[in-house]
């Protein structure tokens, strides 16, 4: 995913709408956001995530709180992101519940009013979805990651790459599986076991099939030694029980004729 144009409206500490042209930065892939504390960086990782997942990047400021204090009653608070992703653009729209001026005065004397929240997601095709938790699955679906992936290895704020390096090697796994896309990988993995199962089955069958046959077999007085030295331990030598068993028709064969 490459952001293009990130467009916030009296969103966080932006009382005004503040447009960041992001495709002017190239396509290297790797953006560094730096500034004084207090500056608003971890605002634009906030709308981004917002935008994307109907939540800050720090989980700690929700829809509601995200508007700025500051912004003028009748100013909007949305967050608007342009994106390409896997050569296909698409455009979020995600606004939180806030309160706004009525456009008319209701019977009950109030002035505000609640705007109620709303997302629209723009697909490639002209199509859209709208609906919070519907776009938010359907960028799941897009970008393979979820908002605790997501914010963990591509919006790397206040620390969360740290707790991608200290995760367990069962989540690692769980993300980097997502990320490169490797289920036929695992569906090959999956038909081996299942092809060395059934081999295995099969195998022990016919080792069942032998242990059964070398208890049932009683050699000849003058064979009686070697056989048993041959079945002794609980693991049969199969080989070399064949092979005396190939020397011993032979020797009955010479004696027979």
Do not use: W
Not at 129 to 154: A, P
Not at 204 to 217: A, I, T
Request: hydrophobic residues 35%.
């Amino acid at each position: 995913m490459r952001p293009l144009k990130l467009t916030l409206s009296a969103f966080g500490p932006y009382a005004a709408e503040t447009v960041l042209e992001l495709a002017k930065l190239g396509r290297g892939g790797l953006y560094l956001v730096t500034g004084d504390t207090g500056a608003g960086k971890t605002t634009l990782f906030d709308a981004i995530t917002y935008a994307l997942y109907d939540h800050s990047s720090g989980g700690v400021r929700e829809g509601a709180m995200l508007r700025c204090k500051y912004a003028d009653l009748k100013t909007p608070t949305f967050v608007e992101l342009s994106m390409t992703h896997k050569g296909e653009s698409y455009h979020i729209y995600r606004n939180p519940e806030y309160l706004r001026p009525r456009k008319r005065k209701g019977a009950d004397g109030k002035e505000l009013t609640k705007e109620k929240e709303k997302a629209i997601l723009t697909l490639p095709d002209g199509s859209s979805v709208e609906g919070s938790s519907e776009v938010t699955r359907k960028i799941e679906e897009l970008l393979c990651l979820d908002y605790r992936q997501f914010k963990q290895i591509s919006m790397i704020a206040q620390g969360e790459f740290t707790k991608l390096l200290t995760a367990s090697s069962q989540e690692k796994t769980k993300i980097f599986r997502q990320i490169f896309d490797i289920g036929l990988y695992e569906r090959i993995a999956q038909l081996l076991k299942e092809r060395s199962n059934a081999i295995y089955k099969e195998v022990s069958g016919y080792r069942h099939k032998m242990d059964e046959d070398v208890e049932l077999y009683h050699p000849l007085e003058e064979s009686a030694e070697v056989f048993a030295t041959l079945v002794q331990g609980e693991a049969y030598d199969y080989e070399a029980v064949l092979a005396f068993l190939k020397e011993e028709k032979k020797r009955i064969g010479k004696e027979e004729k």
